[in-house]
Nanobody, 125 residues
């Protein structure tokens, strides 16, 4: 059974940092691109970052570039999202997702087969 379990969401002040983690099980983790998406109230779920496999570099939404870092530990079947310099507009439920090799654009929600339940990130001003 495929499972993606996010953790690390919290209430934090603007300018602060959080590290999200997503533990995966039930599939061959190293064969999947792992993405982070987020959804704010009343808005569509949007792409944040994706990490694939060597030699591809991670990709980020413009809103995340320079502040967020995505990483993965294949030995632990875990993907991380380090978020620094957080802003109130980063407030959202953050979801991790898994996309198999060759599934298309990794910036698109439709390419991802598996999703976690989400973790709430709230940034106060």
């Amino acid at each position: 059974q495929v499972r993606l379990v996010e953790s690390g969401g919290a209430l934090v002040q603007a300018g602060g940092s959080l590290r999200l983690a997503c533990a995966a099980s039930g599939f061959t983790f190293s064969n999947y691109a792992m993405g982070w998406f987020r959804q704010a109230p009343g808005k569509e779920r949007e792409f944040v970052a994706v990490i694939r496999w060597s030699p591809y570099a991670p990709n980020y939404a413009n809103s995340a570039k320079g502040r967020f870092t995505i990483s993965r530990d294949n030995a632990k079947n875990t993907v991380y999202l380090q978020m620094n310099s957080l802003k109130p507009e980063d407030t959202a439920v953050y979801y991790c997702a898994a996309a198999p090799y060759g599934s298309g654009s990794y910036f698109s929600r439709g390419s991802y087969d598996h999703w976690g339940q989400g973790t709430q990130v709230t940034v106060s001003s």
